[in-house]
């Protein structure tokens, strides 16, 4: 078997992809901030969908205080496979924007690493809308739109998911705010990940020679998948220093927004108030939101 030859999704494929994330601060970093923004479901309708099947499973597996009964969304097939093969059940394929599901059918929806890949993020935004229920609460994850050094490296290196070809590179504060305005209030922003964190993360993909989180033929190969889990394993140090430069240097921006919102009554389409300097509201409340909520 060649190094690009995935292995059939088994369970193997399954843990080995686990192990990685357990071992990748970002990826927990996201879910604990969009797990404690969702907070109890008891209850509850949850709907999640993620571009992340390990984030998906440890999302499931958290539960959310338990007693919530979940469903969750995937865009690929090879995605709804991993799902399936980690036990978790009530996996809806879909192409999106469009959503499978009737008005009004859940309590709570946590969308993660989605909005970047549709043509009109408002469009799923209003599908979200509309199989959620009235004044119910919606948790978004999106990459912050910014140019730095680890997007050049990045693009320079060849680290991008061939399966999943980005549409936006991630979204302004204020862009954010104009997908969101006609039907959600946002409540509290967070981010996290900010320069050193996500070189680091870069760095341990370029050694692994894989995305982890993709379903590309490599991170499907148990023998690249060992690999990877190594590669992170030794790179626990190089995590930990870059958590405490991070930390030194806080006031670097982050580099992914997590947010809660509210969804209104109705889908109502909103001018954007300008101030005079030409922000936005939002840009001048968001954005100051953002970079200083407790890490």
């Known amino acids: 078997m060649s190094d690009e030859t995935p292995s059939p999704v088994n369970a193997e494929v399954v843990q080995l992809r686990m ?19 969702l907070d109890k479901v008891n209850g509850q309708q949850v709907l999640e969908m993620s571009g ?42 879909a192409e999106l924007p469009q959503l499978p599901f009737e008005e009004g059918a859940f309590d ?6 989605m909005l970047e890949y549709v043509e009109k993020p408002a469009e799923l935004m209003a599908e979200l809308h509309r199989v959620m229920r009235s004044k ?14 680890v997007e050049l490296f990045r693009k320079l290196s060849g680290l991008t998911d061939p399966t999943r070809p980005m549409v936006h590179p991630g979204f302004t504060p204020t862009e954010l705010f104009d997908v969101l305005k006609d039907g959600f209030d946002v409540q509290e922003t967070t981010g996290y990940g900010r320069f050193f964190m996500e070189f680091a993360g870069l760095l341990a993909e370029l050694f692994a020679g894989l995305i982890p989180s993709s379903c590309e ?23 930990w220093l870059a958590e405490f430069l991070d930390a030194v240097f806080f006031f670097l921006p982050d580099h992914h927004m997590v947010l809660r919102a509210k969804r209104r009554m109705m889908w109502v389409p909103r001018v954007t108030p300008r101030l005079r300097d030409g922000r936005s509201i939002a840009e001048a409340a968001l954005g100051a939101k953002i970079g200083t909520a407790a890490e």
């Open 19 to 37: 192990k990685v994330f357990l071992r990748s601060p970002l990826r927990r970093k996201l879910l604990a901030r969009a797990m404690r923004l």
């Open 52 to 93: 992340d099947d390990a984030v998906s499973v440890a999302m499931r597996n958290a539960g959310g205080g338990g007693g919530g009964s979940w469903n969750s969304l995937v865009t690929s097939e090879t995605q709804a496979e991993l799902l399936a093969e980690a036990g978790i059940d009530r996996i809806h394929l």
């Open 108 to 113: 709570a929806v946590v969308a993660s690493d």
């Open 136 to 149: 119910t609460r919606l948790i978004l994850h999106v990459r912050r739109k910014r140019r730095t050094l």
């Open 217 to 239: 033929p490599a991170a499907l190969n148990e023998r690249r998948l060992r690999r990877a889990a190594a590669v992170y394993a030794a790179f626990t140090p190089v995590f």
